[in-house]
């Protein structure tokens, strides 16, 4: 008997395809998106984006600059993307605006007159000769990655200037050198001014980077600054309502989508079909309750931030009535097209749980799309998820006004209007079953 449970069991288990799928291809799913995340980080960096500004144009901030261009974890930028071929170079107006609309994490200033006295083993008393790390603080690895890489770049890349600023060091604090060493001290200063001179006529990302045996000393003196976050009162909390709320959101418009599956089921849906209401207008109207439950649930998300976590809310008004609108009409769409697509509640169930954990995981709901390899992060952007969290971290985190919206506002209506008419399309097999 207990054989013939145990066949009776797979036997509904492999009829129910709702149950296989999600027993099996949601675990394997899921696997492959975080190894593909996480698989191949023990060993490396990830890449960051690096605008330098250089104010000096020495042959000390030469080579720097192209130590940092022979950082693998580094894309260093110096000028904006541009189809014009001699476009200007970043300026440090430019390069903390770039920061701020989150073009790129973290920018270095430095500034004229740097590349005589480039290092400070004691703090520099000349702040005005301090380079400058512009940050944006969501990202908090960024910043450090960068300031490693640059000590590194330092003691790699300008070994003559470091040499030379360290005899001046030395002779303060022993007093000087004797007429020999400092006839070889010279000697040897010489030829790594030449070695510099010659590097300084090949192109930058020409240049091969070499291990030191000098850790992440500090000796480059850098002032961080945070452009973006500085100020603000605890607003990276929207990130994670944000987040969280559309994953959650996702759930919620699937399952209310779901009671076209019960009229189905009760009858009640051939009953509403025979009267003056067509499918088209059963269908808007789901769309617009759903859509303002979404939107409710939002907006209770976000007063809850506001009220418990000290979220920036009521300021940020019309930028969160955009972006909570047009992500509550995505998501509602979402939920009509599976509906429509299913054909019992278990099935509906099964395929929203997969789909909506997959597409969260990849736009950013479970981890930072910026901590994500680039390919993940491009594939993120078939996602509701990492359009929505965009714009209300434009919103809520770089202040920026509702005309900067628009990138995330036309692909979210997009969305919307393209599931939705999709899911007009499926649900015509209700009309003539």
Known sequence: MIFAIVRTAFTGLRRDRASLALSFVLPIAFFSIFAVIFGGQHD???????IVVDQDHSPASRNLLRGLHAEGSLLVITRPDSKEKAAPDFTAATAEAAVKAGTVPVALIIPAGWGQHPIA??????????????????????????SGLLQKAAMTAMPASMAGEGEKYMSSYIGGLTPEQKKLWDANLARLNDSEKRRDEQPATAAKSTSSGFGDGGIIPVHTRGVVGEHQNKNMISFYAAAIGVMFLLFTASGSAGSLLDEQDSGTLDRVLSSHVTMTTLLAGKLTFNTMLAFAQLTVMFLWGWAVFHLDFFTHIPGFFVMGLCTAFAVAAFGMLLASMCHSRAQLGAVSTLLILMMSALGGSMFPRFLMPESVQKAGLFTINAWAIDGFTKVFWRDQPLSELWP???????????LFVTARRVARRWEFS
Not at 122 to 131: M, V
Not at 135 to 141: M, P
Not at 408 to 417: P, R, S, T, W
Request: charged content about 15%; proline content about 5%; overall charge negative.
């Open 44 to 50: 490396t960096i990830p890449q960051v984006k690096l």
């Open 121 to 146: 083993f004691n703090g520099s008393d000349d702040k005005a000769s301090e380079i400058q790390l512009l940050n944006d603080q969501s990202d908090a690895i960024a910043p450090q990655v960068v």
């Open 408 to 418: 995330q506002v036309a692909v979210l209506l997009g969305i919307g209007v393209v």
